[in-house]
């Protein structure tokens, strides 16, 4: 790179074929898991059954977080949780 001046690779937003190539197998990977997922549950022990659902739910539950300022015309207060329990 010459003087901060790019002079060779990718053009700046072209993807990156071997990521998305990755993600599209993930993709898949996961959407088959998907289907068996309930049965895969349904055979764990109660207590490992429970520590999948806990990690399974940031990715379907949002999260709370608290915000509190004024709006235009009223008090707005908004409410979401990022921590972890």
């Given at each position: 790179?010459?003087?901060?001046?790019?002079?060779?690779?990718?053009?700046?937003?072209?993807p990156?074929?071997?990521?998305?190539?990755?993600?599209?197998v993930?993709?898949?990977?996961?959407?088959?898991?998907?289907?068996?997922?309930?049965?895969?549950?349904?055979?764990?022990?109660?207590?490992?059954?429970?520590?999948?659902?806990?990690?399974?739910?940031?990715?379907?539950?949002?999260?709370?977080?608290?915000?509190?300022?004024?709006?235009?015309?009223?008090?707005?207060?908004?409410?979401?949780?990022?921590?972890?329990?």
């Amino acid at each position: 790179m010459a003087n901060g001046i790019k002079t060779g690779g990718r053009k700046a937003g072209t993807p990156n074929k071997a990521t998305a190539a990755i993600k599209e197998v993930l993709a898949d990977i996961v959407s088959a898991e998907l289907e068996t997922i309930k049965g895969t549950l349904a055979i764990l022990p109660p207590q490992e059954c429970i520590q999948a659902l806990i990690k399974l739910l940031p990715y379907v539950v949002p999260k709370k977080v608290e915000m509190k300022g004024q709006g235009l015309q009223n008090d707005i207060e908004i409410t979401l949780d990022l921590g972890r329990a």
